[in-house]
């Protein structure tokens, strides 16, 4: 059945009395009880109800405005519950909920930063393919500003998330170039490199290689000049991150390297020479620089 109940269409499922229960409760004085609304509101929204605008727009508000609650609590249960009906979720709303949690990843506490980001990581592959267009509209420019972030754990978060999301959509990326600023994404990217954080690093090389997918082929060979020109063979350590970028695109788009392979063949030819006695660069690096040129020359043999 169905009825109106102050303007809102409440569906078989959700009773009138429930919902508007739920929806009070849900900013009640005790945080207990603002959790539990929370929790059984997700319940009857994943038996299946079908959810009125005006309701799903009260519901997803009220679930906002826990995600920045006094309680920790009730802002990581929020959380949880927003995961669990992002499939639920209309495409009008779905931008909406992740523009806020994309704000709460760059802003919100520390404790919570990964939970944000998980959610919001989770909303992102969930969505239906339809919300391409959408998602990158409103989480792209906030995303990639945050890119560049003075804070390494919110820059490591947002390049993350923008790793996912140039994944999921970088068919709406490449028939829709305008929608991400690529040049400020790669000058943010090419600067997590030499960074000691380690973490960082390997992000920054993942998102590059997803990246690769949606770059123009001027925009593509400027990278790989810059990567090229910090690779040197007298300083092993320094240039294994960009080596490893190297591998990370070649993997995704080997076939777009054809005008740059040679420069690339010329300038790895060197590690491959067997190691010096005098070299005193870890096995491991040394083993790793290996293998991701000799993945490159493979892409070589067989294309």
């Known amino acids: 059945y169905q009825r109106r109940v102050h303007g809102i269409l409440i569906f078989q499922g959700m009773t009138e009395g429930r919902i508007a229960n739920l929806l009070k409760d849900m900013e009640h004085g005790d945080q207990d009880n603002r959790e539990m609304a929370a929790s059984d509101m997700s319940t009857e929204i994943l038996k299946g109800a079908k959810l009125d605008p005006n309701l799903e727009k009260s519901i997803l508000q009220a679930y906002m405005?826990?995600?920045?609650?006094?309680?920790?609590?009730?802002?990581?249960?929020?959380?949880?519950?927003?995961?669990?009906?992002?499939?639920?979720?209309?495409?009008?709303?779905?931008?909406?909920?992740?523009?806020?949690?994309?704000?709460?990843?760059v802003k919100g506490t520390d404790e919570f930063r990964d939970i944000y980001s998980t959610c919001l990581r989770t909303l992102i592959t969930e969505a239906d393919e339809a919300f391409g267009k959408t998602l990158c509209t409103c989480l792209l420019e906030p995303l990639v500003a945050g890119t560049g972030h003075k804070v390494d754990q919110i820059r490591e978060q947002c390049i993350e998330i923008t790793n996912e999301l140039l994944k999921r959509f970088n068919v709406v990326l490449v028939n829709h170039p305008t929608l991400i600023k690529a040049d400020a994404l790669i000058e943010n990217l090419l600067r997590q490199l030499p960074s000691s954080n380690a973490s960082l690093k390997k992000r920054a090389t993942a998102c590059f290689g997803s990246l690769a997918v949606v770059l123009s082929p001027k925009q593509l060979s400027g990278v790989i000049t810059v990567l090229l020109q910090n690779i040197k063979p007298s300083d092993k350590v320094k240039s294994c991150p960009f080596i490893e970028t190297l591998g990370a695109i070649s993997s995704n788009v080997g076939y777009k390297l054809d005008p740059s392979f040679n420069s690339i063949f010329l300038a790895l030819s060197e590690f491959c020479k067997q190691k010096a006695p005098t070299d005193t660069t870890p096995e491991d690096i040394d083993n790793e620089i290996k293998e991701v040129i000799l993945s490159l020359y493979d892409y070589s043999v067989r294309k």
Not at 67 to 93: F, H, M, Y
């Open 65 to 105: 405005k826990q995600l920045t609650d006094t309680s920790l609590n009730v802002r990581g249960n929020a959380v949880k519950c927003i995961s669990k009906i992002g499939s639920k979720i209309s495409e009008g709303q779905f931008g909406t909920v992740a523009n806020k949690l994309s704000e709460c990843v």
